[in-house]
């Protein structure tokens, strides 16, 4: 690949998968300043792997093996150098603009959701942030090498899993 081509995939990719790529480094990390640092390693790494992509997997399950793969490895660098993560409770996810008492409802509802997805094993947030992002279990199988009817079978148990959760938050 021409490095002008590649240049030219590469802003395209970054450009239609920005947002899901922001929500994928938020799934891993609630810490803003470590949320940057994974979305620029996830960059760097579909550049650098964007040449050896054969069109054998679908373009957006590829893009989300390389990410998800990246995210693995920075999540375990992170966990050898501390050993444990430090509370951000202030962090919240960004509030799309619209109707403000929607929006505050809807901010709140999405906050109860993340805080959820975070409360989960990394496997299980894995599972749930590529769902949420509209993968289906075979696509899902694809990035992550588990058969798509455990995929399936895991994320329904994950699904009960959040709304039981995001219940007992909602009662307090």
Do not use: C
Request: net charge positive; aromatic share 6%; glycine share 6%.
């Amino acid at each position: 690949m021409r490095h002008a081509d590649q240049r030219a995939a590469y802003e395209t990719l970054l450009k239609q998968y920005l947002g899901p790529l922001q929500r994928l480094a938020y799934g891993y990390t609630r810490e803003p300043s470590a949320r940057d640092d994974l979305f620029q390693e996830i960059a760097l790494a579909l550049w650098t792997a964007l040449p050896s992509f054969r069109g054998e997997a679908s373009e957006r399950t590829w893009l989300y093996r390389v990410a998800h793969n990246t995210a693995i490895r920075f999540t375990a660098r992170r966990v050898r150098r501390a050993q444990h993560e430090y509370p951000d409770e202030g962090a919240v996810e960004p509030v799309s603009p619209g109707d403000p008492e929607r929006s505050a409802i809807d901010s709140q509802q999405r906050a109860r959701l993340w805080t959820a997805v975070h409360a989960l094993p990394l496997p299980d947030r894995r599972l749930v942030m590529l769902h949420l992002e509209g993968l289906s279990a075979g696509e899902i199988e694809s990035v992550t090498g588990l058969s798509a009817g455990s995929v399936a079978t895991r994320l329904t148990r994950l699904r009960q899993k959040l709304a039981a959760t995001i219940g007992k938050e909602q009662e307090r």
